[in-house]
């Protein structure tokens, strides 16, 4: 291996390790929800607006994170992310009030927002083409292990040291990584600090149009859009109470599906980079076969009479963890569909799709809980997980019918003999 590709890989490993931490702090909250609920004294739509707000700042900052990348580097981006993200999970482990711990999530969605972006970008800038879609599922396959760390680590922590002392001692990692960056990060193998067009209104509003006039860009967002929401509200918020409150699980079986879904992405990432790298006529056909498989399991949970078997809860986190890395697919179209100068703030309107979908499924399935609790409060029955639950059929026939829609006309745009060739090429 040369001394390039040595370097290439451990700025990669860096920000690697940025994003593990972000996925961490954004999944924190997955087995703590019945936690926050006697912390703050609040009920399941309040407990829903935590990572509605996280969601909403991410998602709201997509496209302005796109820009700075493209203007100001990953770099400088990454370490204010690492900051900013690190901060607020400070805040939210010292907050006593229901309105600070609000402001702390939003705190910790801003440091969120700024680090997948500027990872994409890294490896762009530091692989070979051909090289770049497998990279780019490591980076959210191996990023997502993150969610492990949140799961039952942080179920231990949370029962042995108590709110306080388990999540200073979460936050207490992104001083160590604000190190890392500093010494081993640079935005290219040419410079430590790359620098682009200084922003106007006039370039941004260009830029943006010309990213979303492409058919490429809308079918990835809708990519995005239509497979991330249900691994996502699952591993963020409502899959730690929908398994034991829903399915008569105990803590620690939740627990263990929860990792499930984290393992399903581990495994399915890899393979499903290389089947894009080499298949990427296929990529909208992936997604469709994927969105089916998890249609198909989480109707067989719903329409189960009483609590599904284990074997089918297992199969259901396996095929909805696989629907994380199948959003990542929707990122090779802002490759292939735009510039390079491009890529970043493209990416950032691809990226809004699965989180803003998943705000809404959030926040819908907290207001549908209360709706169909009797009494009120947590106690939540599995018929109110049902009716919760099934508000997602409502998102899959959104998002697969653009998903239908756009690939038909990205087709009709791209060459298909080109698509293939080009990323077949090796480099050069």
């Known amino acids: 291996m040369t001394s390039t ?19 961490f702090h954004r999944s924190s909250l997955a087995v703590a929800g019945l936690a926050a609920t006697e912390r703050f004294d609040i ?45 607020g999970q400070v805040g939210f482990a010292l907050a006593d009030s229901y309105l600070l711990a609000l402001v702390a999530r939003v705190f910790v969605g ?11 970008r890294l490896v762009g800038y530091w692989f070979p083409a051909r090289r770049i879609p497998l990279i780019t599922q490591l980076t959210g396959t191996l990023g997502q292990l993150g969610a492990v760390g949140a799961a039952i680590p942080m179920t231990w922590a949370l029962s042995h040291l108590g709110w306080t002392k388990a999540y200073l001692v979460a936050a207490s990692v992104g001083v160590v990584l604000v190190v890392l960056l500093l010494l081993v990060l640079r935005d290219s193998p040419t410079t430590t600090h790359l620098r682009g067009p200084v922003l106007s209104f006039s370039a ?48 620690s079986t939740a627990g263990i599906l929860l990792t499930v879904i984290v393992l399903a992405v581990v495994c ?43 074997p089918v809860l297992v199969l ?32 950032g309107i691809i990226n809004q799709g699965g989180f803003l979908a998943s ?15 009797p009494g009120g409060g947590s106690s939540y029955t599995p018929s109110a997980f049902r009716w919760a639950m099934s508000t997602q059929y409502v998102l899959w026939a959104v998002g697969l019918t653009q998903v239908w829609r756009y690939r038909v006309k990205t087709r009709r745009v791209v060459d298909r003999d080109e698509l293939e060739g080009v990323l077949a090429t090796p480099p050069g």
């Not at 890989?9 to 996925?23: E, I, K, N, R, T």
């Not at 399941?44 to 990348?69: C, K, N, R």
């Not at 959003?327 to 802002?334: N, R, V, Y």
């Open 5 to 23: 590709a040595r370097t290439a890989y451990a700025v990669w490993l860096v920000g690697l390790a940025v994003y593990f931490l972000a996925v």
């Open 43 to 87: 009920s399941a739509a309040q407990l829903a607006t935590f990572t509605m707000l996280q969601l909403l700042v991410y998602a709201g900052m997509q496209i302005p994170v796109g820009l700075l990348v493209d203007r100001f580097g990953s770099r400088s981006v990454l370490l204010c992310g690492t900051i900013i993200i690190t901060a």
């Open 110 to 120: 801003m440091g969120d927002a700024m680090t997948f972006i500027c990872v994409l």
């Open 204 to 251: 941004v509003r260009s830029s943006l149009a010309a990213s979303w006039s492409h058919p490429g860009t809308r079918l990835g967002f809708w990519m995005h859009f239509t497979t991330q929401f249900s691994a996502t509200a699952l591993s963020l918020l409502w899959g730690y109470p929908f398994f034991v409150r829903g399915e008569g699980r105990s803590s």
């Open 268 to 310: 399915s990432g890899p393979a499903l980079g290389w089947l894009v790298g080499n298949h990427p006529w296929h990529r909208s056909t992936m997604v469709l076969c994927i969105v089916a498989a998890i249609v198909a399991v989480w109707t067989v949970v719903l329409l189960w009479p009483g609590n599904a078997p284990l």
């Open 316 to 347: 259901l986190a396996v095929v909805v963890g696989v629907g994380g890395p199948a959003s990542m697919i929707g990122f090779d179209l802002a490759r292939t569909s735009n510039p390079s100068e491009r890529f970043a703030s493209a990416s």
């Open 359 to 373: 705000l809404v499924l959030v926040v819908v399935i907290g207001i549908v809980l209360d709706w169909r609790t």
